[in-house]
């Protein structure tokens, strides 16, 4: 902590992940309720809405993320995303109409979704010039992904407050405003550094495509997409499981969303300082076995306060998958951070369009309580995926940093 203190950049890494965390929990697990209590949408309309916006952001960001790579500073593409986040999230605190909200979500908003995966690719380009050893970067980059955790300590509990007395406009209001003090941020602190400024020696672009030709790559590609599967479903039929069936109120909610992230700090320390010392796909396996555990439990839970604990396997799930996976394929594509982190990124969309798509239809006929089952069996598979194609060996030597200019 005291390296990474002691360098600017660095420290506007870290206030930019806490700005954009807010700005996620502000929204996140509130956006079925937003959905289907105040926009009225069924919940097969729900989920075919939230899979016509998640499809338009893989479309777009996966196009800005190369154009980063080549093209376009990493700043341009921050100040591009977090204006149109800013817009975004603005028009959605004042529009009530389906039609415009998808319009919407699936345009100024899809293009905001870049935003996490390019702030990301700019700190492992950081670290990239500095002088932390190679060995070290997944733990430093996720101290960065512990400060966006940390953000959920508070934002959800604070977003369920303004819900209460304010309503939804209230909380895309405060998600807008958060993204305009991230701009400002972005635009005072971020240079406009050339693309590739400091990529390995000329090393060749590799599109997405080719990328997910290689067997071990496209297995644990399908495997993280699997479980963000189940992580959006979750996130959808959580607070619908704690409103209709077990009686809890909104409050309950904001503070089942704001436990996990207290335990997520730890969990990102540790498991970052783990995977300095090797194989991070075995402690993607771990967090695979994790998500199976807490799914399981998920579906039995009697109780509002029941779910309390249980966010701690939450925590450790999402340290893992959240944390080490970005470092994970970050390695697979060095000199195209941009175009590497978004290959995660897209995982976790992928993975959320398939959920917005299975959601609706199986809270609808199987109840919400199937649906963490279903959410556990996804992730049994997921398991399988990791242990039964490993990844190549000497594809660590492939990302080997270059010595600092």
């Not at 670290?127 to 966006?148: C, K």
């Not at 997409?225 to 209709?244: A, E, Y």
């Not at 970052?272 to 010392?277: H, I, L, M, R, V």
């Amino acid at each position: 902590m005291r390296t990474v203190f002691s360098r600017r950049d660095f420290v506007v890494v870290l206030a930019c992940n806490v700005l954009l965390g807010l700005a996620y929990s502000f929204i996140a697990p509130f956006m079925s309720m937003f959905g289907t209590l105040e926009v009225h949408m069924s919940d097969m309309v729900f989920g075919l809405f939230m899979t016509v916006t998640v499809v338009s952001s893989i479309a777009i960001s996966t196009m800005l993320a190369r154009w980063s790579d080549t093209h376009l500073s990493r700043r341009t593409v921050l100040t591009l995303s977090s204006i149109c986040g800013a817009l975004g999230y603005l028009g959605y605190a004042y529009c009530r109409d389906v039609r415009w909200l998808t319009l919407i979500g699936s345009t100024i908003l899809a293009v905001s979704t870049t935003t996490f995966s390019q702030l990301f690719a700019h700190a492992r380009e950081l670290l990239g010039r500095s002088h932390i050893p190679a060995n070290e970067t997944p733990l430093y980059m996720n101290v960065f992904r512990l400060f966006f955790a940390l953000s959920w300590t508070v934002g959800p509990a604070i977003a369920a407050w303004v819900l209460t007395f304010w309503s939804y406009q209230g909380i895309f209001l405060m998600a807008s405003v958060t993204f305009l003090v991230f701009l400002a941020l972005v635009l005072w602190q971020v240079p406009a550094a050339p693309p590739r400024e400091a990529s390995a020696s000329k090393v060749p672009l590799t599109s997405l495509r080719d990328a997910l030709r290689r067997t071990d790559l496209l297995a644990y590609f399908s495997g993280l997409t699997l479980i963000c599967c189940c992580v959006t479903m979750g996130m959808m039929n959580l607070p619908l499981l704690v409103l209709d069936n077990l009686g809890g109120t909104k409050q309950h909610v904001g503070i089942i969303y704001s436990v996990a992230p207290v335990f997520e700090l730890p969990f990102m320390f540790y498991f970052g300082w783990k995977a300095t010392q090797g194989d991070q796909a075995k402690i993607l396996r771990w967090g695979a076995g994790i998500a199976i555990a807490y799914y399981a439990l998920l579906a039995v839970v009697g109780a509002p306060w029941h779910i309390y604990p249980v966010q701690i396997l939450s925590a450790a799930m999402i340290a893992v998958t959240s944390g080490v996976a970005i470092t994970f394929f970050q390695d697979y594509l060095p000199g195209q951070m941009g175009t590497a982190t978004n290959l995660y990124s897209t995982a976790q969309r992928m993975g959320s369009t398939v959920g917005y798509m299975a959601f609706g239809f199986l809270a609808h006929t199987l109840g919400h309580r199937a649906v963490f089952v279903i959410c556990s069996g996804l992730c049994a598979v997921a398991l399988g995926l990791f242990y039964v194609f490993r990844p190549r060996t000497g594809r660590r030597s492939n990302a080997q940093r270059p010595a600092p200019a």
